[in-house]
């Protein structure tokens, strides 16, 4: 154990282990949020122009920043994107989690040294186990292998190139102090920009830096206390600003949500057990994104894990606490993995529970395991140790390839996720759209149902059950009617939202549906529309317009369709959107009403930002001025023909 370039070859296999292990996970395809994340590009146009490729990067729809350095990083794949092929984008995502674990790597030998660590080939020991305990976790397939989370790899890439100029520019300051503080400050200040513009959370980086020094046992070179006032506790308390900002304790601040904020911070204790729990006795495949049906914490006691799982995270910060001069690496991985967590494990109404968000918090997890086998390798024979070492990365290797089978196959992995999340209903809506593919629409019908009793909140179940009859033909007014009563009553959500487009979207491929059916869609929508919940949805309430707009043009009512796409238009205030609706009502042979509507579409085009522009001005310009062209030829034609 004590041949330092050894531990480099070591490094290497890993490495190199990592790749092969992952290799089947690339063939696997698109999941869930990486169509409506990337699928923007199709509405910019050709990536390769850069004006297209600006307004998409500038334009995200992945939280408050927009992301926009990460969506830069998918621009060379758009191509491959646009065709379906997921392989070359989740092959950046690997490099990108190989370069992680290189860095983690590095920066454990330079973290060990500033700790006062001295024995350099005990360090470089030390942080090879440790980073590839973290590159080889199968826990993390679930951030390579899905191809959107590369939002979740960039902040952890950037935090870790910061953390080298960090350390490198500490090590300086007895030297070169100036040199050093200005290395410290630019690389601090530069990778919580590129951090939080690839992904919100990456705002963390001074308080993580500010948790390695808490933890620093080694007063030597440490950097002043304006300094650190300045460039890590400010940067640290805004983010705390910021969090109690987000502090709402009505019983409803989130539409979409089941659960309230008092209610996230309990079910969150046990979510983060539960984080801990796979890290260290790892599964080769968890949960998965169907997350809806995850039992929220209602009270310390309901369920009684709650109560539980606080104690031990209590237990937990207060033996970081008081081993912390004496075992600063135990507190460390503690405090660190606390840390990371604070921004999507706490007050914010995000989803209750991704494995990705362990991406940033595990990277030190394992240097308390990787340093107390070392220090066993001194005590026993170093051949016992090698084996113990071995068989942990043999074991997380196992289970990584096993994770990565998984994810060579989208159907099979959503399938499986399904069929562990008996509550979720996007879960049991996944079991029942591949059975009512296959023809067996009365099983998928009765898993619905089942389903329906166990979540009779949910608007997906719903629609989707009505969705199945009408492929069936087996639908009756009644079943459009029990919707509707269903649908004014529950609590809206997103997958709901999308569920009536689906609906929507396929009846207008059946005219037979719309003939006799059509005035019932449109009071589903309207009961939608009247419910609060939904019109707290961004952008619903003008696509339900939209929808009953399209419902209408079927139904031969132009005048009435032409006032409901007028109202969708002036909500939108979006050119694309107003083009749209436009092309669909002339497209039916209403160019009156069309030439109307197009009209107010170019007013709303007058009036829009250009930085919320799909296309460039020049496009608009002549797709207007064909638009108008074409169908007022086409209108004095037929009132030509008419006339004869």
Same mark, same amino acid.
């Given at each position: 154990?004590?041949?330092?370039r050894?531990? /480099?070859?070591?490094?290497?296999?890993?490495?190199?282990?990592?790749?092969?292990?992952?290799?089947?996970?690339?063939?696997?395809? /698109?999941?869930?949020?990486d169509?409506?994340?990337?699928?923007?590009?199709?509405?910019?146009?050709?990536?390769? &122009?850069?004006?297209?490729?600006?307004?998409?990067?500038?334009?995200g729809?992945?939280?408050?920043?927009?992301?926009?350095?990460?969506?830069?990083?998918f621009?060379?794949?758009?191509?491959?994107?646009?065709?379906?092929?997921a @392989?070359?984008?989740?092959?950046?995502?690997?490099?990108?989690?190989?370069?992680?674990?290189?860095?983690?790597?590095?920066?454990?030998?330079?973290?060990?040294?500033?700790?006062?660590?001295?024995h350099?080939?005990?360090?470089?020991w030390?942080?090879?186990?440790?980073?590839?305990?973290?590159?080889?976790?199968?826990l @993390?397939?679930?951030?390579?292998?899905?191809? +959107?989370?590369r939002m979740?790899q960039?902040p952890?890439?950037f935090?870790l190139?910061?953390?080298?100029g960090?350390?490198?520019?500490?090590?300086?300051?007895?030297?070169?102090p100036?040199?050093?503080?200005?290395?410290?400050?630019?690389?601090?200040?530069?990778g919580?920009?590129?951090a939080?513009?690839?992904?919100?959370?990456?705002?963390?980086?001074?308080?993580?830096?500010?948790?390695?020094?808490?933890?620093?046992?080694?007063?030597?070179?440490k950097?002043?206390?304006q300094?650190r006032?300045?460039?890590?506790?400010?940067p640290?308390?805004?983010?705390?600003?910021?969090?109690?900002?987000?502090?709402?304790?009505?019983?409803?601040?989130?539409?979409?949500?089941?659960?309230? &904020? +008092?209610?996230?911070?309990?079910?969150?204790?046990?979510?983060?057990?539960?984080?801990?729990?796979?890290?260290f006795?790892?599964?080769?495949?968890g949960?998965g994104?169907?997350?809806?049906?995850?039992?929220?914490?209602?009270?310390?006691l309901?369920?009684?894990?709650t109560?539980?799982?606080?104690?031990?995270?209590?237990?937990?910060?207060l =033996?970081?606490?008081?081993?912390?001069?004496?075992?600063?690496?135990?507190?460390?991985?503690?405090?660190?993995? /606390?840390?990371?967590?604070?921004m999507?494990?706490?007050?914010?109404g995000?989803e209750?529970? @991704?494995?990705?968000?362990?991406?940033v918090?595990?990277?030190?997890?394992?240097l308390?395991?990787?340093?107390?086998?070392?220090?066993l390798?001194?005590? =026993?024979?170093?051949?016992? =140790?090698i084996?113990?070492?071995?068989?942990?990365?043999?074991?997380?290797?196992?289970?990584?390839w096993?994770?990565?089978?998984?994810w060579?196959?989208?159907?099979?992995?959503?399938?499986y996720?399904?069929?562990?999340?008996?509550?979720?209903?996007?879960?049991?809506?996944?079991?029942?759209? =591949?059975?009512?593919?296959?023809?067996?629409?009365q099983?998928?019908?009765?898993?619905?149902?089942?389903?329906?009793?166990?979540?009779?909140?949910?608007?997906l179940?719903?629609?989707?059950?009505?969705?199945?009859?009408?492929?069936?033909?087996?639908?009756? &007014?009644? $079943?459009?009617?029990?919707?509707?009563?269903?649908?004014?009553?529950?609590?809206?959500?997103?997958?709901?939202?999308?569920?009536?487009?689906?609906?929507?979207?396929? %009846?207008?491929?059946k005219?037979q549906?719309?003939?006799?059916?059509?005035?019932?869609?449109?009071?589903?929508?309207n009961?939608?529309?009247?419910?609060?919940?939904?019109?707290?949805?961004?952008?619903?309430?003008?696509?339900a317009?939209f929808?009953q707009?399209?419902?209408?043009?079927?139904?031969?009512?132009?005048?009435?369709?032409?006032?409901?796409y007028?109202?969708?238009?002036?909500?939108? %205030?979006?050119?694309? $959107?107003?083009?749209?609706?436009?092309?669909?009502?002339?497209?039916?042979?209403?160019?009156?009403?069309?030439?109307?509507?197009?009209?107010?579409t170019?007013?709303?085009?007058?009036?829009?930002?250009?930085? %919320?522009?799909?296309?460039?001005?020049?496009?608009?310009?002549?797709?207007?001025?064909?638009?108008?062209?074409?169908?007022?030829?086409?209108?004095?034609?037929?009132l030509?023909?008419?006339?004869?």
């Open positions: 154990m004590h041949n330092s050894l531990s /480099f070859f070591v490094f290497f296999i890993v490495i190199c282990l990592t790749v092969l292990i992952y290799y089947p996970s690339l063939h696997g395809g /698109f999941l869930f949020d169509v409506p994340n990337l699928g923007e590009m199709r509405q910019y146009g050709d990536m390769s &122009q850069w004006n297209n490729a600006k307004k998409f990067i500038i334009n729809i992945a939280g408050p920043t927009g992301r926009p350095i990460s969506l830069l990083t621009i060379p794949q758009a191509d491959a994107f646009l065709a379906g092929n @392989f070359p984008l989740k092959v950046i995502n690997l490099i990108i989690h190989i370069i992680c674990g290189v860095l983690i790597f590095w920066i454990t030998q330079l973290l060990l040294c500033a700790y006062g660590y001295s350099s080939k005990k360090n470089t030390i942080a090879m186990l440790c980073a590839s305990f973290w590159l080889l976790h199968p @993390f397939v679930s951030t390579t292998a899905y191809v +959107i989370q979740a960039l952890l890439l935090t190139l910061a953390f080298v960090y350390f490198k520019g500490r090590a300086l300051i007895a030297i070169k100036y040199f050093a503080y200005v290395l410290m400050t630019i690389s601090i200040g530069l919580t920009i590129l939080t513009f690839s992904k919100e959370n990456g705002a963390l980086l001074p308080l993580l830096i500010l948790v390695i020094e808490f933890c620093n046992p080694n007063k030597n070179n950097p002043l206390w300094w006032a300045a460039c890590l506790w400010l640290s308390l805004a983010i705390v600003g910021m969090m109690l900002h987000y502090i709402e304790l009505s019983s409803d601040p989130w539409p979409s949500r089941n659960f309230n &904020q +008092i209610e996230r911070l309990l079910t969150e204790s046990r979510i983060v057990v539960d984080y801990l729990g796979q890290l006795i790892p599964r080769i495949e949960y994104f169907f997350q809806d049906g995850f039992l929220v914490s209602k009270s310390l309901s369920p009684i894990s109560l539980f799982s606080i104690l031990f995270l209590l237990f937990l910060f =033996v970081s606490l008081l081993v912390r001069k004496k075992y600063p690496l135990i507190a460390l991985a503690i405090l660190f993995f /606390f840390a990371a967590h604070l999507e494990s706490t007050v914010i995000l209750l529970y @991704f494995e990705h968000r362990n991406y918090a595990a990277i030190f997890l394992f308390p395991l990787a340093a107390g086998l070392y220090t390798s001194e005590i =026993v024979k170093p051949s016992v =140790v084996f113990v070492s071995l068989l942990i990365l043999a074991f997380l290797s196992a289970m990584t096993q994770r990565a089978l998984l060579s196959d989208e159907n099979k992995l959503m399938l996720w399904a069929q562990n999340s008996p509550n979720s209903p996007r879960a049991q809506s996944i079991i029942a759209d =591949v059975l009512a593919r296959g023809g067996h629409y099983e998928a019908n009765e898993i619905v149902e089942r389903a329906l009793k166990r979540r009779p909140e949910s608007g179940l719903s629609l989707q059950l009505l969705l199945q009859k009408i492929k069936e033909d087996s639908v009756s &007014q009644q $079943d459009f009617i029990r919707t509707k009563q269903h649908i004014s009553l529950h609590r809206a959500d997103i997958q709901a939202a999308i569920a009536i487009r689906e609906l929507v979207f396929y %009846t207008l491929d005219p549906i719309i003939a006799k059916y059509g005035d019932d869609l449109l009071d589903i929508l009961a939608m529309s009247d419910n609060p919940s939904y019109l707290r949805i961004k952008d619903f309430k003008s696509y317009l929808l707009g399209r419902i209408l043009t079927l139904q031969n009512k132009p005048d009435v369709a032409y006032q409901y007028s109202q969708s238009l002036a909500l939108s %205030t979006d050119v694309e $959107d107003g083009l749209n609706m436009v092309v669909v009502m002339g497209n039916a042979g209403y160019l009156p009403q069309a030439l109307k509507l197009l009209d107010e170019e007013v709303v085009y007058d009036k829009q930002p250009e930085n %919320t522009l799909k296309k460039s001005r020049i496009y608009y310009d002549e797709t207007i001025k064909k638009t108008r062209h074409d169908m007022l030829t086409d209108l004095n034609a037929g030509s023909k008419v006339a004869s």
